[in-house]
Structures are given as structure tokens and as C-alpha cells.
């Protein structure tokens, strides 16, 4: 049954309509005299009564909370306009001690002070703890440092105020560890500016929905990488209900996919992903029906899905198969926007969305024993649920959908292992002349035709790759086949094999670094060094050096290595967990909103 308040609420919302209707303005004469409550006509209270079918004083009632609602909001544009002094709206996202004031609040305030000073001000108000809240208006968290001004904050504004958790505010006065949501973005930057050609170890690399991994400019790539660590950072939180944190991180995640170009944002659906994760965590906060952007932000939502997915989901049909894993996404957009078109009193809406996504969450329902009997077939719990969405339920044809993904992503992962294995061999041999990596396809074309590593490495860096050039070089200069083979050797160097370089007349020092690029051979190394009138080839220190520089260039700092191995257990083992959503919640919420319209109907 609806409660008593939501029963006022929309009894308000539809005398409110009448009275726009009727173009009256209670804050005028004669409903409004001096300030004071003036005269109404007597059939007004009597007409609205008959058509509303409800009693003449909860009418009269009415009129008169609106009557001083209105002349309230006029009073408080005034002090905005003549002294400067906005009126905020402030909703506290949690149950409050006993004797506060009520969580739906104003507050007066002016738009030059801190977000420091604003968390102080509330605070002072509702009895809270500083320290314990964090602020949230214009879809972004408050700063403490700057002003309300600078971060869009006006007269009129809604406030979301977070009342943080033990365990977060412990997190938060921790400067040992620091604040989570800042580590994570600056491990996010970390990750976002190590490629794969420089370091073969913790770095992140951008995928499609298939799994294939994607090339894009470096600060497009950079911003995405960032905003894809955090949002799965958020999302982590999210999954184990922490919504205040998640809310934060998630805000942080959308500063930076908004530093992406809209085509991009558009043509894949993280963004579309992330507004409705946003919406979601603002829900899960009870803060829904007051939050400004979040009709916008499902807007956003839909069109990038359907950019991303194509109108009828035919894109992503012709990309993965099938579209089912997908449409769970869809069961919680079209929830949300129900939920939301409930609280603007558009009952036709509500009720269409809240329906659509009661028939997509049916054909998504998966039979309990055939999961059962998945998962005991050694498939995950993820792989299971997903599989038999996008089969229908089938269970023969579950098999098959999931035994094909896995083969998919085996493929997916040896081919990147054959990447790597290039990457890896790339800084072993350094870049060319130009100063791009020397093509190891080219390299090892070279190889099949007998030429030395070392040789061919050298010559193609000489000239850039180019296979014709690097053979006229090899063919003119025969010493390069005579270079050592890459690698450091590890051998031990005696007297008696130095005293053989001194007795010639080099040094003992490049003596030393000879025998080290030619492995402990004697021989080669006092040949080489002839050759080349007592110098070594300056490609043997590089490849003496280049192992000692490629470790330090790959180093990270001890706090950046406990941060990322804090960031990595939220970071998913595949690319599909963000569409592995039970829908359990989602279908008591339809019930709930759909029970609360039948009553209200």
C-alpha cells in the first residue's frame, strides 16, 4: 500500500496543476495581502474538492502550505538578488541522529564561501560531523578548497550531503594510506601512461566489445584509461553497497570520460555504462527524486546504447552474436526512468517504462537448477547466468555459447601473447634511426635468411626497417656479422684472459666490456677490437646497457605498487562482468513502483 505521504504528495502535485491551469498566484492579491494570508474565492476550496474527490479542508490545507511555499521561494530570490545570499536545497542521504532537523532541508548561504565552510554551515545545522561528510550538487563532488561559485553551485541548487561510514572516514583521516578515491586516480594515471611497448607489466590496455584490444590517439587514450579504472573501481563498490564511496568515484570517472571526444564517448557504451551506474548509486542513496541531472543522464545513456548497439540492437548482433547479455542493462535504464517519470506525477510513463522492463527482465530470468547444474560442470557462476540468457535458456545451447566465448578469448589471449612476445623483443633490439621500433616481422625475415641476430638487428635499425636497404648494408659491411649476440653474459673474467688485451696494447676496461658483449671468447673479442682500432662497436654498449634500462625506466614507487595491488582485486578477470547483473533487486523495485501506481490509480 502507498503511505499516507506519498498520498499528499501527489494530492499537492495535482492541485498544484490546477491552480497553473487556472493561472493563479497565491503570492498575489487577494490570496496574499501585506504578506499575510488573504481571501480565496469561496467556490475554489469547493470545485477543487468535487473534482479531486477529497474533503474541503485537506483541500483548503493545501492551498495554504503552496500560498506560503510560494511566497518562501519569492523572499528568498529577493535576498538572492538584493544582498546575494542563495537559498541551497539540501537532502541528507541518510538516517539522521535524534533531535537534527529534518533531512529535507534550505540553507541559507553565499556562493563565495569554500566547500569547507558549506560542510561546516551543515554540519552546525543537522548536528554532524564534519569530517564525515562529503557534499554533492551539479552532478560533481563539492571541492573544500574552492569556491561554491567556481563549482557552478547557484541559487536554488540542490544538495546531496553523504554521511560517510566508520569505515570510510577511518580511510579518510588515514595519512598513511591517503584517500582512496585519490590513489586510485593517481594509479589510474600511472596505468594510463605506460604502454605496452615500453613495460610488460602492470599497464592497461583499451578493448572493444569483443574483447580486441584498440588503438587511440595517446590523450584520448590516456583520459579513457583513467575514467575506465575508476569506473571499475565505483563499480566495485557498488557490488559490495557502498554507495557513498562508489558515488565518488564514479563523479571522478565521468570528469575524465568527459575529456574524450563525443564520437568516441558515443561509438562504444563505457559512458552510457557509467550515467547509468551514476543514477543507479544516487537511487541506492534514496536521493533519486531530487537529483537534477538525473533524467539527462539516462537521456545519455539511451542514445549512447543506441549508437553503440545500433536502433534494434543490430551492431551488436553482428559483433557478439546475440544481445542478450546486453538487455540487462536495459531492464535497469528503463527502471530508473520509470522510477523517474513516478516522481514527476506522469503515471502513463511510469507505468509504460516499469512494464518494459518487467518484459525484459522475464525473458532474462535463468531456472535456478540449470545454473546449478552449469556451475557444476565447472563454469562460473558469471558464465553460467550469461550463457543461458543468451540462450534462451537452453541448456545444450548454453554450452555451446559459453565453450565458444572461452575458445574466442583464448584466441584473443594468444594473440596478445604473440604481441608481447614482438613488444618484448622490440626493446630488446631498441629503435631504429628514425626513431621508430625495428619491425620484427622484418627481423625475422632476415633470421630465415641466415643473417646473425645482432647483424640483423643493427642493420635494420641503420636503416629503419627497410629490408632492401638493411640487405645492401649487411652485404657492404661484413664486420656487422661478426657482432656478439644480444644479452649480458654473466661469466667470470680472470687475470690471465685481461693480461692477453694488455700485451697487445687496449685497455683493460675495454677489454672488460669486450669480453662481456662476446661472452668470455677471447679470441672474437681481441678480433672485433682490431678491426675497429681498439674501440668496440658502440651497438655492444647499448646492448650491454639496455637491459639495466629498460628495468629502471619500468620502476615504479612502493606507495604506486601498494595502490595498484589495492586497485587490482576490483579490476574484473573479464570484459563482461559489468552485464553479469542478477536482476534481483531490479525486480522488486518494478513490483514496488508498479503496486505503488495501481494504488494511486
Known amino acids: 500500500m502507498m503511505n499516507q505521504q506519498q498520498s499528499i504528495e501527489e494530492l499537492e502535485h495535482q492541485v498544484r496543476v490546477k491552480l497553473n491551469q487556472s493561472k493563479i498566484k497565491l503570492w498575489l492579491v487577494p490570496y496574499t495581502v501585506n504578506g499575510e494570508k488573504g481571501e480565496r474565492p469561496k467556490n475554489l476550496v469547493e470545485q477543487y474538492s468535487s473534482e479531486l474527490k477529497t474533503d474541503p479542508d485537506t483541500i483548503a490545507s493545501i492551498i495554504e502550505k503552496l500560498r506560503r511555499h510560494a511566497l518562501h521561494k519569492l523572499d ?170 562508489a558515488l565518488l568515484v564514479l563523479l571522478e570517472a565521468d570528469k575524465e570520460f568527459n575529456q574524450c571526444r563525443s564520437e568516441i564517448l558515443s561509438a562504444v557504451d563505457n559512458y552510457a555504462v557509467l550515467c547509468l551506474d551514476i543514477t543507479w548509486c544516487y537511487f541506492c542513496l534514496q536521493n533519486i527524486d531530487s537529483l537534477p541531472d538525473a533524467e539527462s543522464r539516462l537521456k545519455k545513456c539511451e542514445e549512447c546504447f543506441k549508437k553503440s548497439y545500433g536502433a534494434d540492437m543490430e551492431r551488436l548482433k553482428a559483433l557478439k552474436g ?58 562460473t557462476t558469471s558464465e553460467a547466468r550469461l550463457g543461458l540468457r543468451a540462450a534462451n535458456g537452453s541448456l545444450s545451447l548454453a554450452v555451446n555459447k559459453i565453450t565458444d566465448r572461452k575458445e574466442r578469448r583464448k584466441e584473443i589471449a594468444a594473440k596478445e601473447r604473440e604481441e608481447d612476445k614482438k613488444r618484448e623483443l622490440q626493446r630488446q633490439i631498441g629503435k631504429a634511426a628514425n626513431g621508430q621500433w625495428v619491425n620484427i616481422d622484418v627481423y625475422n625475415t632476415l633470421l630465415s635468411m641466415g643473417f646473425p641476430t645482432n647483424a640483423a638487428a643493427s642493420a635494420l635499425k641503420q636503416c629503419n626497417s627497410d629490408i632492401n636497404l638493411a640487405l645492401q648494408t649487411l652485404q657492404e659491411n661484413p664486420q656487422l656479422l661478426n657482432m656478439p649476440e644480444p644479452g649480458e653474459w654473466q661469466g667470470e673474467i680472470t687475470d690471465q684472459m685481461l693480461s692477453q688485451f694488455c700485451e697487445l696494447g687496449f685497455l683493460k676496461e675495454v677489454a672488460r666490456q669486450a669480453l662481456i658483449s662476446y661472452h668470455g671468447n677471447v679470441e672474437k673479442a681481441i678480433e672485433v677490437l682490431v678491426q675497429n682500432g681498439g674501440l668496440l662497436p658502440s651497438s655492444c654498449h647499448r646492448a650491454s646497457t639496455s637491459k639495466r634500462s629498460s628495468t629502471g625506466a619500468d620502476s615504479l614507487t612502493k606507495e604506486q605498487n601498494e595502490a595498484i595491488k589495492d586497485l587490482v582485486p576490483d579490476i574484473p578477470e573479464h570484459e563482461e562482468d559489468y552485464l553479469d547483473l542478477t536482476l534481483h533487486e531490479e525486480a522488486e523495485y518494478i513490483q514496488e513502483y508498479l503496486t505503488k501506481l495501481t494504488v494511486m490509480s
Open 322 to 379: 546475440d544481445s542478450s547479455r546486453e538487455l540487462a542493462l536495459f531492464v535497469r535504464l528503463y527502471l530508473l526512468q520509470g522510477i523517474i517519470a513516478f516522481y514527476q506525477h506522469n503515471k502513463q510513463l511510469s507505468i509504460q517504462l516499469l512494464h518494459k522492463a518487467r518484459g525484459i527482465l522475464k525473458t532474462l530470468e535463468v531456472d535456478d537448477e540449470k545454473l546449478s547444474h552449469l556451475i557444476g560442470m565447472g563454469f
Open 76 to 245: 528568498a530570490k529577493q535576498q538572492f538578488q538584493k544582498h546575494g545570499v542563495a537559498t541551497l536545497k539540501i537532502k541528507i542521504a541518510a538516517n539522521l541522529p535524534q533531535g537534527s532537523v529534518d533531512e529535507l532541508s534550505d540553507l541559507q548561504t553565499k556562493l563565495d564561501i569554500s566547500g569547507l565552510d558549506l560542510k561546516k554551515l551543515i554540519s552546525e545545522k543537522w548536528k554532524l560531523k564534519v569530517e564525515e561528510l562529503k557534499v554533492i550538487s551539479v552532478g560533481q563532488v563539492i571541492d573544500d578548497e574552492r569556491s561554491l561559485a567556481d563549482q557552478r553551485v547557484s541559487h536554488g541548487s540542490q544538495v546531496m550531503v553523504i554521511i560517510l561510514t566508520e569505515n570510510e572516514v577511518s580511510a579518510n583521516a588515514d595519512e598513511a594510506k591517503k584517500m582512496r578515491l585519490s590513489r586510485t586516480k593517481e594509479v589510474a594515471e600511472v596505468l594510463a601512461n605506460r604502454s605496452k611497448e615500453d613495460h610488460d607489466k602492470y599497464h592497461l590496455q583499451i578493448a572493444d566489445q569483443t574483447g580486441k584490444p584498440i588503438d587511440l590517439p595517446k590523450e584520448e587514450s590516456r583520459a579513457l584509461s583513467v575514467a575506465l579504472t575508476l569506473n571499475e573501481r565505483g563499480r566495485a563498490c557498488l557490488k559490495r553497497k557502498e554507495y557513498g564511496e
